[in-house]
């Protein structure tokens, strides 16, 4: 198939970033080695960057050619629409709303699908009290979007209950949950160095509603224990982003027990997540839950809040434990526990690593946006992306309860 990956605001071959970023470079590295021909439609952030780039890892990047720092996202989507027009790929996938709003507006009069990626919500913004803009133009141009798309992929059941909400027919939706690369993640013995007998790794936006600050307030309550934290940098923090972290750490009394690793390492972050004895995600809403499944792959048991994707991720009393969100005190209890058991935190690093494989595998999430893609263009799947994870439907992935091992017992999902 020829597909076109818009992402208006991604670089080329973006393999030390994150979040919405990488995530773009692994589906159009992933989708080129499975024979597709991936074309990253996006704008010039490198005035130096050529107007095409060829990818080592298969795909090409095409630049907006009249980018420059302030231009408007009309201008991208008129780009957008000679491109589109002049290579009529078979299927769009926008990523982020921006993309959405200017690959629907480049498709006008044409029978080109466009399926979209939100990975992040306005109305979530809103609720939470997220920097980003929360305006109601768009939310509105969310809803929009969501309704004039072919199909939509959510990362999770909490995006999709967001997105029926907003009006986005359930039977529009596929949830195909973010992929680990279990080469790299995975339990070995490579690990980071660590100077107190206890390690605490806590991963989250540099923002209230990461919920860094409540991690750093349950440290005080756990002595002989480290913490480090993996950052995501905000502009609108400032030129300190980290600045009142390190200033709620004095007023915690456990400033000379706290690490920052900001930006994330990305390079050495398997060494980081093996070297824990607790990986911490406690942010307020959820929606993104990557580095709780990179640490279960590596074996590392997770202790998150019960929000969002992660309250499907991480099977409490199995893989890790579920606390309330904005509870300090609860989440010091638990990892006071936590650290305490030796043997409780073995057996959820054997369970998580099985359902990281089992769940989370970037050939299943590889195979699931495949099936998406030949859905909305007609077309018939080739061999390897039909072979559907057991747990899931055409319309649905619903996240499965992990499956047996030796080691413990499967509970009942809460809420069915």
């Known amino acids: 198939m020829k597909i076109a990956l818009v992402a208006e605001?991604?670089?080329?071959?973006?393999?030390?970033?994150?979040?919405?970023?990488?995530?773009?470079?692994?589906?159009?590295?992933?989708?080129?080695?499975?024979?597709?021909?991936?074309?990253?439609?996006?704008?010039?952030?490198?005035?130096?960057?050529?107007?095409?780039?060829?990818?080592?890892?298969?795909?090409?990047?095409?630049?907006?050619?009249?980018?420059?720092?302030?231009?408007?996202?009309?201008?991208?989507?008129?780009?957008?629409?000679?491109?589109?027009?002049?290579?009529?790929?078979?299927?769009?996938?926008?990523?982020?709303?921006?993309?959405?709003?200017?690959?629907?507006?480049?498709?006008?009069?044409?029978?080109?699908?466009?399926?979209?990626?939100?990975?992040?919500?306005?109305?979530?913004?809103?609720?939470?009290?997220?920097?980003?803009?929360?305006?109601?133009?768009?939310?509105?141009?969310?809803?929009?979007?969501?309704?004039?798309?072919?199909?939509?992929?959510?990362?999770?059941?909490?995006?999709?209950?967001?997105?029926?909400?907003?009006g986005v027919h359930r039977g529009r939706v596929t949830v195909v949950p973010h992929a680990v690369d279990t080469r790299r993640f995975r339990p070995g013995a490579a690990t980071a160095p660590r100077r107190l007998a206890k390690r605490v790794v806590a991963a989250g936006a540099l923002l209230p509603y990461g919920g860094l600050g409540d991690v750093v307030t349950a440290l005080s309550a756990l002595p002989d224990t480290e913490l480090v934290v993996v950052g995501r940098p905000s502009p609108v923090m400032g030129p300190d982003p980290t600045g009142w972290l390190r200033a709620h750490a004095e007023a915690c009394g456990v400033a000379d027990r706290v690490r920052l690793a900001v930006p994330a390492p990305q390079a050495s972050m398997p060494d980081l997540l093996r070297s824990a004895d607790v990986v911490v995600c406690a942010p307020w809403d959820g929606l993104r839950y990557t580095v709780a499944v990179e640490a279960m792959a590596c074996g590392t048991p997770v202790v998150a809040t019960e929000v969002g994707g992660l309250a499907e991720t991480v099977v409490d009393g199995v893989t890790g434990t579920l606390v309330p969100r904005r509870d300090a005190r609860a989440l010091a209890s638990v990892l006071r526990g936590l650290l305490a058991d030796d043997a409780r935190r073995f057996a959820y690093g054997i369970a998580a690593v099985d359902r990281a494989e089992s769940c989370y595998s970037e050939d299943l999430a590889l195979s699931d946006v495949e099936r998406v893609h030949h859905l909305v263009a007609g077309a018939t799947p080739p061999v390897h992306a039909v072979k559907d994870r057991p747990w899931s439907t055409p319309v649905e992935v619903a996240l499965p309860v992990m499956r047996a091992t030796s080691l413990v017992e499967v509970p009942a999902r809460k809420g069915g």
Request: charged letters at 25%; one cysteine or more; aromatic letters at 6%.
């Open 9 to 166: 605001h991604v670089g080329a071959d973006d393999v030390q970033a994150f979040g919405v970023r990488a995530h773009v470079s692994w589906l159009a590295a992933g989708l080129s080695r499975r024979g597709h021909e991936v074309v990253v439609h996006t704008r010039r952030h490198d005035p130096a960057a050529p107007d095409v780039v060829d990818v080592r890892a298969g795909y090409r990047v095409v630049h907006c050619p009249d980018h420059a720092e302030g231009s408007t996202l009309g201008g991208f989507a008129e780009f957008l629409t000679d491109r589109l027009r002049e290579q009529r790929p078979d299927v769009v996938h926008a990523h982020h709303w921006t993309s959405g709003l200017a690959s629907v507006s480049a498709v006008d009069g044409t029978d080109v699908p466009v399926v979209q990626s939100f990975h992040s919500l306005g109305t979530v913004a809103r609720r939470f009290g997220r920097w980003v803009p929360t305006s109601a133009e768009r939310m509105n141009l969310e809803r929009l979007v969501g309704r004039r798309v072919a199909h939509v992929v959510a990362a999770s059941r909490a995006e999709l209950r967001e997105l029926a909400a907003m």
